[in-house]
């Protein structure tokens, strides 16, 4: 790396880009081809212009396949992929180049057919051929251009022959790993388990064959064989290697063990060049990316979190093109900055469409990150998957179901996708099904896919939400235990019962015992996840008050500001009130002097603004919604006729506390607040969703729902016609940081 160049970069942005071409272009009379070509590659790596040095490097050396592959990279297209691919066939060699470059654009035939027939006696037959099996094992049965639709029968065939070809002529290290991958795409993380298992003993000392199997355990969510993997690597290549270290490293960010994963980073930084430490311009990608993974769970405070993103623009800067980077620095922004202005920039930036799409969606903007998916820019199938699988996660969380479908785009006989693929849109079909309130058709989707994919937490949670949905709680129970023992041994520790595993024992105890669903916060959550409520008007009453409330405790960020304006926006003729820890004890002592005590001795936020915000709703009524709920729009039309308004929350079926509207003086949060505030009083140390939130909300709404009386005027508004109106559970800063009820 040119350190005076990196140095630059790090510290501030170029006043002209540019610069370094032009100055390249000068002295390359006097440079080798090998240092001109290094050099080149050094300006691509920092994202920076490479013309007119390129152009005056690709005349003075016309049969550089190395230089028309940087020209294709800079510049992906028609023009430079025919110059390419002529310097290939011209000299018959490194077809491998063009393939990968066919690949890059998504042309896997194209790709493939580059291969086919290669010169044995091509100086680069065995890379070429390398990359003949690569390419093969990760078309699967487009290898041979075979539709998707083939019989499975086809597809097998094909498959043994890729495996044979891998057998037969890719020896070492490279076709072990190719092996491996042909056994993990086919038959699963289980096939690729049973090989581990039976073959790992016998491994090679090569850095690329842990690594790559190190993250396709990870990938599967088996961290006992990851351990076990990281054991052997470190065995093979010694506990100073610098792999090792980083795969440590790796284990102990996913731990969120800061302090370990600190620790060794800053070990590392003294072994890299033995004198104490290098400056962070000489430093890796990777070293970056896990220093900042470990930043973010570090930055509690708002300077911490103006370091992570000061270190992280500079990061991102010293090597635009690396996507793992890219998306760390949007995560940053998204702890820092004014969300509108970052939307603005991540709107207009069509090059990282992805990632920017993923962040919009997260920041609550689901219709710009529609709007960016729409793209059509050429890119590999993985990036075509992960496209398909955000489009399908947005239209799910706007209830468009079918269109959700639709956008997997699953194959007629599913069993083709590759494993890590099929794995992906079991899981996102199975989320549909639950949506439609089918677990039938999720637990059918579900199956197949866990005998292949036995360690993937995500579909055990699936699994447990089905389960919970059909009535079989015993079982919900097992899967959240297979859960909870694989998320144990990525931790190392046992992860504290979380809200699902409360709604599940709950409902399982409950029928143990013979309890009613009034007296069971499970069993009611799973009455309103399978039967919502229709509404049924009442007239005459005076309508909820225009009047919009929230809680917030501590410094107003910008997210923060950017909610209260966004709710007094679209409301203009309610009145908006924002309380904080002070105002609401003050409005407790006016209002509900017998609650002033049980409120100070709160030691979380959460509990304190769950008992406050019931209170507000039995006597002054109104909206209540959290800062974190960001409005697309007026919500008005849910309150007409209405004498409450409540959400049923997508995953168990319990009713939301973020968002509450009501007519002062219901007896539902009447008796709501008499039973959250005995629980608060009995209970050391509380666990707020329980206690003092939706759990103790659904008791008491499925109550208030059998009372003919209380019946009329409840609106229970659905997960999906909620999300169309308001985005939820935005990512405020403060939900990373230990005081947050549910860290």
Same mark, same amino acid.
């Given at each position: ?69 940087? *020209? ?6 028609? =023009? ?44 680069? $037959? ?93 990938? =599967? ?203 992906? #849109? ?10 439609? #309130? ?6 059918? %989707? ?58 599940? =024992? ?140 409540? %959400? ?38 509380? $666990? ?22 209380? *019946? ?32």
């Amino acid at each position: 790396m040119d350190r005076d160049l990196a140095q630059a970069l790090w510290q501030a942005p170029l006043p002209d880009p540019a610069a370094p071409a032009r100055a390249l272009c000068k002295r390359a009379a006097r440079m080798d081809y090998t240092d001109l070509l290094a050099e080149l590659r050094r300006l691509q790596g920092h994202g920076l212009p490479l013309q007119p040095a390129l152009a005056d490097a690709l005349s003075r050396y016309p049969w550089s396949i190395d230089l028309a592959a940087l *020209a294709f990279h800079a510049a992906p297209g028609a =023009e430079t992929l025919a110059r390419l691919g002529g310097v290939v066939q011209q000299q018959d060699r490194r077809h491998g180049v063009l393939a990968w470059a066919y690949w890059t654009l998504g042309d896997a035939a194209q790709a493939l057919k580059t291969l086919a027939n290669l010169n044995p006696a091509s100086p680069s $037959y065995p890379a070429d051929r390398l990359a003949r099996a690569e390419l093969r094992c990760l078309a699967g049965s487009q290898a041979k251009g075979i539709a998707p639709d083939t019989a499975t029968e086809i597809a097998k065939e094909i498959t043994a022959e890729i495996t044979a070809e891998i057998t037969a002529t890719i020896a070492g290290a490279d076709g072990l790993r190719l092996s491996l991958l042909q056994s993990w795409r086919e038959g699963g993380g289980d096939a690729l388990f049973r090989r581990f298992d039976l073959e790992s003993s016998g491994f090679p000392a090569d850095p690329a064959l842990w690594n790559w199997l190190f993250e396709a355990l990870v990938t =599967e969510g088996d961290y006992r064989r990851a351990r076990h993997a990281l054991a052997l690597a470190t065995e093979r290549l010694g506990e100073d290697h610098p792999d090792v270290r980083a795969l440590r490293i790796r284990m102990a960010l996913d731990a969120g063990d800061a302090v370990r994963a600190r620790a060794l980073l800053d070990d590392r930084a003294w072994l890299d060049d033995g004198t104490g430490g290098s400056p962070p311009w000489q430093w890796a990608p990777r070293h970056h990316a896990q220093h900042l993974r470990c930043a973010l769970i570090e930055s509690h405070s708002d300077a911490a979190r103006a370091r992570l993103l000061d270190h992280a623009t500079r990061a991102h800067r010293l090597y635009p093109a690396n996507t793992v980077l890219h998306g760390l620095w949007l995560t940053a922004r998204e702890r820092v900055e004014d969300w509108d202005c970052l939307a603005g920039d991540l709107t207009s930036d069509k090059s990282n469409f992805l990632l920017n799409a993923s962040t919009l969606s997260h920041l609550g903007l689901d219709g710009a990150a529609l709007e960016l998916l729409s793209e059509t820019a050429q890119s590999p199938p993985d990036r075509r998957h992960q496209k398909r699988l955000l489009r399908a996660r947005i239209l799910l969380r706007l209830g468009r179901l079918e269109a959700a479908l639709e956008a997997l785009d699953p194959a007629p006989d599913p069993a083709q996708d590759p494993w890590p693929q099929r794995a992906d #849109r079991a899981y996102w079909t199975a989320e549909i099904h639950l949506a439609r #309130r089918d677990p039938a058709a999720a637990t059918a %989707v579900l199956a197949p896919a866990l005998a292949l994919g036995p360690t993937r937490m995500g579909l055990w949670l699936n699994a447990a939400r089905a389960e919970f949905m059909a009535g079989r709680f015993a079982q919900a129970c097992d899967a959240l235990a297979r859960f909870d023992g694989l998320k144990t041994a990525q931790l190392g520790h046992r992860p504290a019962a979380d809200l699902r595993n409360r709604i599940t =024992e709950d409902a399982a105890l409950a029928v143990t015992q013979g309890r009613a669903a009034t007296d069971s916060p499970g069993l009611a959550a799973r009455h309103f996840a399978l039967s919502p409520p229709a509404f049924r008007s009442v007239a005459g009453p005076a309508p909820i008050p225009r009047l919009v409330s929230h809680y917030w405790e501590g410094r107003r960020n910008p997210p923060v500001e950017r909610g209260i304006a966004a709710w007094a926006r679209h409301h203009p003729d309610r009145r908006q009130q924002v309380f904080d820890r002070s105002t609401a004890r003050d409005w407790l002592k006016a209002q509900a002097p017998t609650l002033v005590d049980l409120f100070d001795a709160q030691s979380l936020p959460a509990t304190r603004a769950d008992l406050f915000r019931v209170a507000l709703m039995a006597r002054q009524g109104g909206l209540f919604t959290d800062l974190d709920e960001y409005p697309r729009g007026p919500v008005d039309a849910w309150f007409t006729d209405a004498s409450a308004v409540l %959400v049923i929350e997508e995953g168990y079926g319990t009713i939301a506390n973020n968002f509450l509207a009501a007519r002062p003086g219901l007896a539902l949060f009447t008796r709501l607040q008499a039973r959250i505030a005995r629980e608060l009083a009995r209970t050391a140390d509380p $666990y707020p969703w329980w206690h003092s939130g939706p759990a103790q909300l659904t008791l008491e709404a499925l109550a208030a729902l059998r009372d003919p009386h209380e *019946a009329s005027g409840l609106r229970f508004v659905s997960q999906a016609e909620y999300d169309r109106c308001v985005a939820t559970n935005l990512p405020f800063a403060h939900k990373h940081t230990p005081d947050h009820w549910r860290n």
